[in-house]
């Protein structure tokens, strides 16, 4: 038997549901042997809903807190409100110099920690937003 016989039969035998062969010849044996293969069934699973997760925006120097801008009264966001990426909660006031508030992600603002025109401190947790794990 030679070398090409033998992976031809090997490849035959992956084929069928036999698991052992065993060949004898006049000075030779050949034992082949394969474990079955078993299919795994997994449990079906339902796709779970994302968890949610909740980013801080945080107040990036000490100053006032403006929630609206002064020359109008609705406010820039309010609570359960959805926000995209980039877009403005408020300002800091330091000075003369307003500092954007921006989201860092898309979500829907659940706490606003802070009053309009209240002093905040440096990384003083203003917004929380809540988003889905996908970010």
Same mark, same amino acid.
């Given at each position: ?33 394969? @474990?079955?293969? &078993?299919?795994?069934t997994l449990p079906s699973v ?6 949610? /997760?909740? !980013? $801080? ?36 006031? @330091?000075?003369? &110099? ?13 706490? /606003?920690? !802070? $009053? ?20």
């Amino acid at each position: 038997m030679t070398l090409a016989e033998l992976r031809l039969l090997a490849k035959t035998l992956r084929k069928t549901a036999i698991n052992r062969i065993e060949i004898n010849g006049k000075g030779w044996s050949v034992r082949m042997a394969r @474990v079955p293969t &078993v299919p795994v069934t997994l449990p079906s699973v339902e796709p779970a809903e994302p968890p949610n /997760v909740i !980013f $801080t925006v945080c107040a990036p120097l000490p100053g006032k807190l403006l929630l609206r801008h002064p020359l109008l009264d609705a406010c820039y966001v309010t609570l359960e409100k959805d926000v995209q990426v980039n877009d403005v909660l408020g300002f800091i006031k @330091v000075g003369v &110099v307003y500092i954007p508030l921006r989201s860092t992600v898309s979500g829907t603002v659940v706490a /606003v920690e !802070f $009053t309009d025109e209240q002093q905040v401190e440096y990384g003083s947790e203003i917004f929380r937003i809540r988003t889905l794990s996908g970010l």
